[in-house]
């Protein structure tokens, strides 16, 4: 018995295993934040382009928000169940077109909290005038 407690053969594999698990699981972490920082950032810059649009003088608020749902759907697919909404609004800077986009907070893939990120973007209103 004595032998055996300090014999070593196969303590590599089971190192190899312990630390690979821990790396991959690591990379897999890295890569999943990496993804919802992505998703985060492609639904904001949609967002900021619908309210442009929106607030172009011969367009209203609704195409702001068509053109933000479209952009979401090329960028990531309908896997974030993105809902889009759009108004226009009345500050002290004047009138605006703000979007507004709930989405889906991937936390596995794609998978993770309904209606946990939410992304707002505003734009001056333009006119004619």
Do not use: K
């Amino acid at each position: 018995m004595e032998s055996l407690r300090h014999d070593q053969r196969g303590s590599s594999t089971v190192e190899f295993v312990l630390v690979g698990t821990l790396l991959t699981l690591l990379t897999l972490g890295v890569l999943q934040l990496a993804l919802a920082v992505y998703i985060r950032n492609v639904v904001h810059d949609a967002a900021v382009e619908g309210a442009y649009f929106g607030a172009l003088a011969d367009t209203d608020a609704e195409a702001g928000a068509a053109r933000t749902a479209q952009l979401i759907a090329t960028a990531v697919g309908d896997g974030i169940g993105a809902r889009v909404s759009a108004a226009d609004t009345d500050t002290a800077r004047g009138p605006e077109v703000e979007v507004r986009v709930v989405a889906t907070l991937p936390l596995v893939g794609l998978l993770g909290v309904p209606s946990g990120m939410e992304v707002s973007a505003r734009a001056p209103r333009e006119s004619f005038d």
